[in-house]
């Protein structure tokens, strides 16, 4: 990791890049690529919040993060104004990483979010309230569907970061995503752009996946890292560690790919298409 991580300095953001990792399909691998590439640029010395938007909780997780009853968590944020410092917390062994935790209560979140005024912009709201000066990437890790929790996402970002993975159905679902995207761009938030497509997955002993790869290509051009995340057994063993691989096995092809990734996103200029 160090060998090829630490032979240049990535570049900070002129000012915070906040991004969200989403897609409506399941077991595409948004909160393994959130947790990597958050992992991989605190690395490198970039100062990266995730915020965990996920009921599931898998990214608080696999970053480590204490939770129980008591925790606030960003729950508390959306639905009670928590501020988003305070309940932060730094992920152990990395530093200038730091995680907005969640827990079950986020799963009631949607039904207790349709009543409260700006619905859609909570978390705006939130991030508007946090002095971004000492970041440089809050990374969003979307839930599994595009209800309030997503379009809240959505709606606090300037970029979108999606990851497909090469399988037989990686585009179905993403007209959906995408016409949500535009809806939220005409009616919420003018600035949001899909700025980085991520494919994951990727087994290069079968035609199919080269199939896929080159079918995203074609339909987003340079919006797609050049960079394929392989499948790999490291990369699903960490989190069962509380880790990323990126510290769990830092010499694995996962956790190489996931830094050349990182790499990738940490050069592109945010000129994004969208």
């Known amino acids: 990791m160090a060998v090829r991580g630490h032979e240049d300095a990535w570049p900070r953001p002129k000012s915070c890049r906040v991004i969200s990792v989403a897609n409506q399909k399941g077991g595409v691998g948004k909160t393994t690529t959130t947790v990597n590439i958050a992992a991989a640029l605190a690395m ?127 585009l179905e679902g993403l007209g959906q995503l995408l016409r949500n995207v535009e809806l939220v761009q005409s009616h919420l ?16 002993r079968t035609r199919l996946s080269q199939q896929v790869a080159d079918e995203v290509r074609s339909h987003f051009g340079s919006t797609v890292l050049e960079t394929l995340i392989p499948r790999s057994v490291r990369v699903s063993e960490a989190p069962s560690y509380g ?14 790919a996931y830094l050349e990734a990182a790499r990738e996103i940490a050069h592109r200029a945010q000129t994004v298409s969208g």
């Open 189 to 204: 938030n003018p600035g949001l752009a899909i700025s980085t497509i991520l494919l994951t997955m990727y087994d290069g």
């Open 243 to 256: 880790q990323s691989v990126m510290t769990y096995d830092p010499g694995s092809t996962g956790a190489v």
């Open 44 to 170: 490198h010395g970039q100062r990266v919040l995730v915020v965990d938007l996920d009921p599931q909780g898998n990214a608080s997780t696999a970053l480590g993060m204490e939770r129980d009853n008591q925790t606030r968590s960003i729950y508390h944020c959306l639905v009670e104004d928590e501020e988003i410092r305070k309940l932060s917390q730094p992920v152990p062994d990395i530093p200038n990483l730091w995680c907005a935790p969640a827990t079950i209560d986020l799963a009631g979140a949607e039904i207790e979010l349709v009543s409260l005024v700006a619905r859609e912009a909570r978390l705006k709201r939130a991030f508007a309230a946090y002095d971004t000066s000492d970041l440089d990437y809050i990374l969003i890790d979307c839930p599994p569907s595009l209800g309030l929790l997503t379009v809240n996402a959505m709606v606090a970002c300037d970029e979108v970061m999606i990851p497909i993975q090469c399988e037989y159905y990686a």
